[in-house]
């Protein structure tokens, strides 16, 4: 069950960061941080239980909770994108560092900690990798929810003009649709063309 524990662990302002569309055959990665302001009265309020087994219709609930506590002064959160031509361009894990990077420069928070979900470093002083910290800290399980939600729609969006491939259900992941679409209708802007199987395609 996540708690604040690796937050009140560490002294200083605390910041969780997660991200979301690392395997997906299109779309961009998006992360998000997140920085609680107060833990103990919080707590217990949190409504998260595992941050990857919510529902759809539970992230939605959850994401108007964490806005409420954004309008209360509780919880201060900021989103980063990398797109589909920096992920081709640099690789997955450098355009997921360069989205989480574009999180933090949003923070108005001098030496932030940070509390990275996962088993890689951004090179800053004062950070920490957490693997499977989306059910260990409050902080990453908050914004890997948020990160979702935000991906989810966007990729809603880009269904309404390319519903072909089915974004709406598979978030770009490359489900059998997906993929047969691919094979009959060809590619858009918003795939990734060094992922497999779009990567054999194009050399054919």
């Known amino acids: 069950?996540?708690?604040?524990?690796?937050?009140?662990?560490?002294?200083?302002?605390?910041?969780?960061?997660?991200?979301?569309?690392?395997?997906?055959?299109?779309?961009?990665?998006?992360?998000?941080?997140?920085?609680?302001?107060?833990?103990?009265?919080?707590?217990?309020?949190?409504p998260i239980t595992d941050s990857k087994k919510h529902t759809p219709k539970q992230r939605e609930k959850l994401f108007l909770f964490f806005k409420r506590?954004?309008?209360?002064?509780?919880?201060q959160y900021n989103l980063g994108y990398a797109s589909v031509e920096e992920i081709d361009k640099i690789n997955i894990l450098e355009a997921t560092k360069l989205s989480m990077k574009r999180v933090i420069n949003k923070f108005s928070i001098d030496n932030p900690n940070l509390i990275i979900d996962g088993n890689f470093s951004l090179n800053y002083k004062n950070e920490k990798s957490v693997i499977g910290g989306d059910k260990k800290s409050l902080?990453?399980?908050?914004?890997?929810?948020?990160?979702?939600?935000?991906?989810?729609?966007?990729?809603?969006?880009?269904?309404?003009?390319?519903?072909?491939?089915?974004?709406?259900?598979?978030?770009?992941?490359?489900?059998?649709?997906?993929?047969?679409?691919?094979?009959?209708?060809?590619?858009?802007?918003?795939?990734?063309?060094s992922f497999e199987p779009i990567k054999s395609l194009l050399n054919k």
């Not at 009140?8 to 302002?13: A, Q, Y």
């Open 1 to 46: 069950m996540a708690d604040f524990s690796i937050e009140k662990s560490i002294d200083g302002p605390v910041i969780g960061l997660d991200e979301v569309g690392r395997g997906p055959l299109a779309g961009p990665v998006v992360s998000c941080g997140c920085h609680y302001l107060h833990y103990d009265d919080l707590e217990s309020e949190i």
């Open 69 to 75: 506590l954004q309008k209360e002064n509780k919880l």
């Open 139 to 193: 902080s990453i399980a908050t914004a890997s929810i948020i990160a979702k939600v935000h991906r989810d729609r966007l990729m809603n969006i880009l269904d309404n003009k390319f519903n072909y491939y089915h974004w709406k259900s598979n978030a770009g992941y490359g489900t059998k649709k997906h993929i047969e679409a691919i094979h009959k209708h060809g590619i858009t802007i918003f795939h990734r063309k």
